[in-house]
């Protein structure tokens, strides 16, 4: 999982680098590195909880006893 997150973290990265250097508009630019830094900090959040790609609001190490199967 650490290199699903560092490979999201240098795809933000890239695109912060590459709108510094291609986009001429400050507001624009500035909007491109403020989403940058949301998903970032979205994607470290997820990582810090457990969440698995599938989701579901269950974390990774959660109990399987604490499971309620269906009948």
């Known amino acids: 999982m650490k290199k699903r997150l560092m490979a ?3 795809a933000y990265l890239a695109i912060a680098i590459l709108a510094a250097f291609t986009l001429d508009g400050g507001l624009m630019r ?3 590195w403020v989403l ?3 998903f970032a ?4 959040i997820a990582y ?3 969440w698995t790609q599938s989701g579901g609001g269950q974390r990774q190490d959660e109990d399987e006893r604490t499971r309620i199967e269906p009948r």
């Open 48 to 50: 810090r909880a457990g």
């Open 41 to 44: 900090v979205k994607s470290y």
């Open 30 to 32: 500035n909007g491109v």
């Open 36 to 38: 940058m830094a949301f």
């Open 8 to 10: 999201a973290m240098a």
